[in-house]
């Protein structure tokens, strides 16, 4: 069993961070017991924010050798309670750790420490005319927790996700040893690749102190197109054609007039048209007008010719930011509309869109429940949520648990897999236990007893 | 209703750079865009319109390549527009290209309203709406924030007077330049774009089409200003630390917004 934390253990981690950096007790905002998302709550015995890998590897000595649990967090925007410190025991905060360290404009790559925000990284490539493409819709989330949650994002339909633009990852075990994983290289082919193990691992491998990642020139145009259909369901039907015309956008992104609405006034601001049920948001790039108009113009008549009613064209900053700071708002409007909400993360095959959501609206009718959805058509990954309004306790734990049931049973059915980019946490477990079967959570179980055979390191996550 | 909205092309990055020895702003290479400002101009105009009843028309004064920015208005759901070009029109001040624009609206018919964005994001003046006003002798009123109504000949609004709001009306016809951020300007259609032919929704007055045929009045010589230099404001970028404990904290940065109007 655990240690708990004693005052000479408080005392040794005040010899490490410095007195005010150990923080316990009320002295602990209460925030820190969860992340943003409900359903999982506790409070550390003691949180400690660090400066440096040192730091981290002297106090992974320490919680070693007493055997106390230590759970990592980031900036706590995670979804699913990863960095909940469910066995109380040490909370580690990387968020002073925000230091961008190199770029190499050679070799393309940019090394950052974990507490870094994405949107300073972005905002940091861009100002060095790089682009760093993973793009998830949370920009305050830190580098640390994208790379743990194997983040994805809405470029992900051209760009790929976080573990493409990883190189290596410099972590401290949960023995205190420093190791680096993965070199500043194109290609690896040496050995299992253990930078890749410990992305998405959620924390419960290994702590990342320093990532090198991987930057690509920033594309000269974008411009997005808005169009309109008539109903959902011709929206998303659209979208596999989209993606078969061999015009690769950089992201395809479905609304319903409903999460709009719920963004306009949850930002106060109007979105330019919401006239119509259903919308795709599309961005092509590239490093010439003509090219991007091109693509741009091969989408737009293959959408009207599958029923879209127009396609509206954003490209000045004014009137991406009209666009884009809606969507990205979506996940806070939707949480502002309710009382409580819960999602599901799922990934389907991308033919399939079409037919999962189809089903959360059955499911939204016979639940007598808002089920709102918004996602990344181009790559099968929706974000679908449950509102609880006004339901009681009881109705509302019996109601969700019946509705993410059958939303995961139709996700197998369907092909998909319990999250596409949110991660499994403490909340997705059980799901993911019962799509994946015995084996491959006893495979997950073992490399977790590899890593980390005192079961310190985030324990009840992912795969226990 | 005979809706007429001024709008002006602009370098279409905020972060056009100056060339430090000649004074004159890098253009080159640089793509350009319709003002932002008069986008909320263009959806007010066509809002009006489709409450009210009424056709928008356009018009632009610049390079025969301006034409660009009145096809971009057509797509937004304005009938045509006009682009004022000509040689003799190039360098002109604010005072020479308010007169220019308003010898060209001249000869684009009478209007009940014209609507002009707040300023541009090129020259910042926000000076020539009231002057075209002035020229073409309409009761002008700036800085509207909403236009509540039209009737019995005269238009509802509300203006901002930088330290008070006054709601007045004002009899048409009129010209009135409406302030930034009152509105979400709708986004120009692919679909128009497709089916436009250019020929219908673009026409070109030059100086020969004017009723005032003095060279002296337009362009450079027309200016009763000159640029004697152009600079980069300078950029101040100060760090404040708050001191205190969080309640004191948040109390400073309270008092810190409020200083700053932004609260």
Redesign the interface.
């Known amino acids: 069993m655990y240690s708990k934390v004693t005052a000479a253990d408080i005392a040794a981690l005040q010899a490490i961070v410095g007195e005010q950096d150990v923080l316990t007790g009320e002295a602990i905002n209460p925030d820190y017991a969860h992340d943003e998302l409900g359903g999982v709550s506790q409070m550390p015995e003691v949180l400690v924010r660090v400066h440096s890998t040192e730091e981290i590897s002297k106090i992974m000595r320490l919680a070693y050798a007493r055997t106390i649990p230590v759970t990592v967090r980031g900036s706590g925007t995670g979804l699913v309670g990863a960095a909940v410190p469910i066995h109380g025991g040490i909370l580690l905060e990387t968020t002073k750790m925000n230091k961008i360290l190199r770029l190499d404009e050679h070799n393309l790559t940019v090394t950052v420490q974990p507490g870094v925000l994405l949107m300073e990284l972005a905002a940091f490539a861009e100002e060095h005319d790089f682009l760093y493409p993973p793009d998830p819709g949370e920009k305050s989330a830190t580098i640390g927790g994208n790379i743990s949650t194997n983040a994805g994002g809405m470029r992900a339909v051209k760009y790929g996700v976080t573990r493409d633009y990883v190189r290596s990852l410099t972590v401290v075990l949960p023995n205190g040893e420093i190791q680096t994983f993965g070199a500043a290289v194109a290609k690896n082919s040496s050995g299992y690749s253990l930078k890749d193990l410990i992305i998405g691992s959620e924390g419960t491998l290994a702590i990342i102190c320093e990532a090198v990642l991987k930057l690509v020139p920033l594309p000269k145009v974008s411009v997005s197109l808005l169009v309109p259909f008539p109903d959902m369901k011709s929206a998303i039907e659209a979208v596999p054609h989209i993606i078969r015309s061999k015009v690769t956008p950089t992201a395809i992104e479905y609304m319903s007039r409903d999460t709009i609405l719920f963004s306009e006034s949850y930002l106060g601001k109007r979105f330019p048209d919401t006239k119509n049920d259903a919308y795709i948001l599309l961005t092509f790039d590239g490093n010439t007008q003509t090219q991007v108009d091109t693509d741009m113009s091969v989408v737009a008549d293959l959408c009207l010719q599958l029923g879209a009613l127009d396609a509206y064209i954003v490209d000045t900053e004014e009137r991406k930011k009209s666009v884009w700071s809606a969507r990205g708002a979506f996940l806070e409007a939707i949480k502002a509309s309710t009382t409580e909400m819960d999602e599901c993360d799922v990934v389907v095959p991308g033919n399939q869109v079409d037919t999962f959501i189809k089903f959360t609206h059955e499911l939204a009718a016979e639940f007598q429940v808002r089920i709102p959805s918004f996602g990344h058509a181009g790559d099968g990954n929706l974000h679908v949520y449950i509102c609880r309004d006004a339901l009681s306790d009881a109705d509302w734990e019996t109601t969700k648990a019946a509705i993410f049931d059958r939303m995961y049973a139709k996700s197998v059915e369907l092909g998909g897999l319990v999250s596409g980019e949110h991660g499994i946490g403490y909340a997705k477990r059980e799901f993911m236990k019962r799509q994946y079967g015995p084996t491959p959570v006893a495979l997950m179980q073992g490399i977790k007893r590899v890593f980390d055979e005192k079961n310190i390191l985030n324990p009840g996550k992912v795969c226990f | 209703m005979k809706i007429l909205v001024c709008v002006k092309q602009v370098p279409?990055?905020?972060n056009v750079e100056v060339d430090p020895v000649t004074g004159v702003l890098k253009r080159s290479g640089i793509?350009s865009?319709?003002n932002?400002y008069d986008?909320y101009a263009i959806e007010t105009a066509l809002t009006l319109a489709e409450r009210f009843g009424g056709t928008v028309q356009t018009l632009t004064m610049g390079p025969p390549q301006a034409k660009a920015v009145i096809l971009e208005t057509v797509?937004m759901g304005a009938s045509h527009g006009t682009v004022l070009t000509d040689r003799k029109f190039a360098g002109a001040d604010v005072l020479a290209t308010a007169y220019t624009i308003s010898q060209g609206i001249r000869k684009c018919g009478d209007f009940d309203l014209i609507l002009c964005g707040k300023q541009t994001t090129d020259g910042d003046t926000a000076q020539v709406g009231a002057e075209v006003a002035e020229y073409l002798a309409l009761p002008n009123v700036s800085n509207v924030l909403s236009i509540e109504d039209c009737r019995e000949g005269k238009l509802f609004l509300t203006a901002s007077l930088d330290d008070r709001i006054v709601t007045q009306s004002v009899r048409l016809p009129c010209l009135i330049s409406v302030d930034g951020d009152i509105?979400?300007?709708?986004?120009?259609?692919?679909?128009i774009?497709?089916s436009l032919k250019e020929e219908d929704a673009v026409r070109f007055l030059t100086f020969a089409d004017f009723d005032d045929q003095d060279p002296d009045h337009y362009g450079l010589t027309g200016s009763a200003t000159q640029v004697e230099r152009i600079f980069p404001p300078e950029k101040v970028a100060q760090k404040h630390t708050l001191q205190g404990d969080a309640a004191q904290q948040a109390d400073q940065l309270y008092r810190l917004l409020l200083d700053k109007k932004m609260l």
Request: with cysteine; net charge positive; proline share 20%.
């Open positions: 279409g990055s905020n793509p865009k319709i932002p986008l797509c509105n979400t300007p709708r986004l120009p259609s692919y679909k774009r497709k």
